[in-house]
């Protein structure tokens, strides 16, 4: 499993931003999907966003239209631009990265929306 070095969380009121950041450790040689999960108290792991190695992006519906998925290839790194963010968006945000070896999650960096 490759490690995740996740940043860019923190403490924000209702209707601000945020950008999280996501390196893996290391050299990969090819990333195939990289996105993000979040996970709040009491609730399932959800996906928030995924974007291809072609650049293709899903969101789930709770954030379209607010949040920005991106990736720097040339840095092997994924982002979440966040907007107008809400109290329900309060969670742990988990990267999340795909490889022809499989799988990896990272530790999750927390994002905690004030009202």
């Known amino acids: 499993q490759v490690q995740l070095d996740e940043s860019g969380g923190g403490l924000v009121q209702t209707g601000g931003s945020l950008r999280l950041s996501c390196v893996p450790s290391?050299?990969?040689?090819?990333?195939?999907?990289m996105g993000w999960y979040r996970q709040a108290p009491g609730k399932q792991r959800e996906l928030v966003a995924i974007?291809?190695?072609?650049?293709?992006?899903n969101y789930a519906d709770s954030v379209k239209g607010r949040f920005t998925i991106s990736r720097d290839n040339g840095k092997n790194t994924v982002y979440l631009q966040m907007y107008s963010l809400k109290p329900e968006d309060t969670a742990v945000y988990s990267c999340?990265?795909?490889?022809?070896?499989?799988?990896?999650w990272g530790q999750g960096t927390q994002v905690t929306v004030s009202s």
């Open positions: 290391g050299s990969i040689f090819r990333i195939n999907a």
């Open positions: 999340y990265i795909n490889t022809p070896r499989g799988s990896s």
């Open positions: 974007i291809s190695s072609g650049g293709s992006t």
